[in-house]
């Protein structure tokens, strides 16, 4: 059984995650040399245990399998690495259900605001018939998913000016959403100044206030020192987000049948580990950011939802997916246009 990660070790120690792996016995030459990149900081859950998944698939194959790992977008940002993954320069590479959505609409169905309520529901959805859905949308690309989903996390919204505590405090606040349809039209929905940027620019506009604030999971919050530029936090939990590991078919379909299910196995694994992970930072990062200067409000999200469901989000959400798409959301969050 894998032991938990402590918070020190996956928040403290970039040094923790190395760029080439080490390995404590030797191995044969690689018959597969793959890349797996990340756009994530080293030291956040994602690397540590995708890491962890890579030396294991490389000691069980006997060297035969060896995929690096490139964390915290050192091959390019989101959008470019998409790119790269789908014409086959990256074979792997995990990307969240909101950046994905610009390429497989279909993957954004889990970002509908304000549809799960806790993890219970995401993991009955996203384990269940949405995630199969989704994976079977993404499977029509030239690239697919090769592991159950991992989580980014319920995502809050931070702000360096106004207190968003209701709905109607988002009117006309410039916050900076990822480059989504989804996210970008959620705000919108709520009358903010909402425009896409990609993640890797997204401190420098907050320190020179091209934006009032942005909304993310705590943990990238907290990996990417997002709390240096950003002075509260609303927990709205408006969208649950994850990270699909995707893989170039063609090059996941050069691998001999061994190798794609060891792979599948041990980011399945490490999937879980992850998950666990995160749940775990959610729980101690509140306290852990209020002592770097965060302020926690604390909000009614039902309000939210309320007036979301007086807008025409849901119903315009609905038309472009069709019924069928729809119902696989529904079956979990319960009625919503």
Not at 111 to 120: C, H, Q, R, V
Not at 130 to 157: C, H, M
Not at 229 to 250: A, E
Not at 301 to 306: G, S, T, Y
């Amino acid at each position: 059984m894998t032991r938990p990660l402590s918070r020190r070790t996956l928040l403290a120690g970039a040094a923790a995650l190395p760029l080439a792996t080490v390995f404590t016995r030797p191995v044969r030459a690689a018959e597969f040399e793959y890349k797996l990149a990340t756009g994530q900081d080293p030291t956040h859950p994602v690397n540590l245990r995708a890491q962890e998944a890579l030396t294991r698939i490389r000691e069980a194959s006997n060297g035969r399998l060896d995929i690096k790992l490139f964390p915290a977008n050192q091959l390019g940002s989101d959008t470019d690495l998409l790119s790269q993954v789908r014409n086959g320069s990256v074979e792997f590479f995990n990307l969240s259900t909101s950046i994905l959505s610009t390429f497989v609409p279909a993957a954004a169905l889990p970002n509908t605001g304000f549809a799960f309520k806790d993890y219970d529901e995401v993991w009955k959805a996203m384990d269940g018939g949405l995630g199969t859905y989704v994976r079977e949308q993404i499977a029509k690309t030239p690239i697919q998913a090769v592991s159950k989903i991992w989580d980014n996390g319920f995502r809050q919204i931070t702000s360096s000016t106004k207190e968003i505590r209701t709905p109607e405090d988002l009117k006309g606040f410039k916050i900076r959403v990822p480059p989504s349809p989804m996210l970008t039209s959620l705000f919108k929905a709520f009358e903010a100044g909402a425009a896409p940027l990609n993640f890797n620019e997204l401190y420098s506009a907050l320190q020179t206030r091209i934006f009032e604030g942005e909304e993310n999971p705590l943990a990238i919050i907290a990996t990417t020192r997002l709390y240096e530029v950003q002075k509260t936090c609303s927990l709205t939990g408006h969208v649950w987000d994850g990270y699909w590991m995707l893989g170039n078919k063609r090059a996941v379909q050069r691998l001999p049948e061994d190798l794609r299910t060891l792979v599948s196995r041990e980011l399945d694994r490490a999937a879980d580990d992850e998950r666990a992970d995160i749940v775990r930072l959610n729980d101690s990062l509140v306290r852990d950011l209020g002592a770097k200067g965060i302020t926690f409000l604390a909000v009614d999200r039902q309000k939210f939802r309320d007036a979301l469901g007086r807008t025409t989000f849901y119903k315009d959400w609905k038309n472009k997916y069709g019924d069928a798409a729809w119902e696989h959301l529904e079956a979990v969050a319960g009625k919503l246009a």
